[in-house]
C-alpha cells in the first residue's frame, strides 16, 4: 500500500523557517516525480514545488521562487521542503504528491500527473 506522509509543519513568525517532509512507504520516491502542493480553505489547491526522479531538476511557483527548496534524500526515502523568509501568505496546508509513472518528469508544478497524495499537514505563519 502505497503511503505518503507529511511531518514538519507548524506555527512561524514571518521571516523564519520551515523544514517540511515527505516520507514515502510502499513506494520508491527515488525513481518518482515529486511535487509539494498547498491549499488555502476556500481556495483551490496550488502547485508550489516538483522535483524530478531523474535528473533532479526543480520547479517553482513564482510566489516561492527563491524562498523555497525541494530536494530528495533517496536513503531515507523523502523529499523535503525547505521554506525560507515565510509570509503570512505562505500559510495554508501543505500537501505531497507523487506520480506513478516511472522516471517521468515533473509538468512544472501542474498537479493533474499525480496520482498518491498525503494527508496535508498545516502551515501557520504568524507573528
Known amino acids: 500500500q502505497v503511503q505518503l506522509v507529511e511531518s514538519g509543519g507548524g506555527l512561524v513568525k514571518p521571516g523564519g523557517s520551515l523544514r517540511l517532509s515527505c516520507q514515502g512507504s510502499?513506494?520508491?520516491?527515488?525513481?518518482?516525480?515529486v511535487g509539494w502542493f498547498r491549499q488555502v480553505p476556500g481556495k483551490e489547491r496550488e502547485g508550489v514545488a516538483c522535483i524530478n526522479p531523474t535528473d533532479g531538476n526543480t520547479y517553482y511557483s513564482d510566489s516561492v521562487k527563491g524562498r523555497f527548496t525541494v530536494s530528495r534524500d533517496n536513503a531515507k526515502n523523502t523529499v523535503s521542503l525547505q521554506m525560507n523568509s515565510l509570509k503570512p501568505e505562505d500559510a495554508a496546508i501543505y500537501f505531497c504528491?507523487?506520480?506513478?509513472?516511472?522516471?517521468?518528469?515533473?509538468?512544472?508544478?501542474?498537479?493533474?500527473?499525480?496520482?498518491?497524495w498525503g494527508k496535508g499537514i498545516l502551515v501557520t505563519v504568524s507573528g
Open positions: 504528491a507523487a506520480d506513478d509513472a516511472f522516471h517521468s518528469r515533473c509538468h512544472g508544478i501542474e498537479q493533474f500527473a499525480m496520482d498518491y
Open positions: 510502499g513506494f520508491t520516491l527515488e525513481y518518482y516525480p
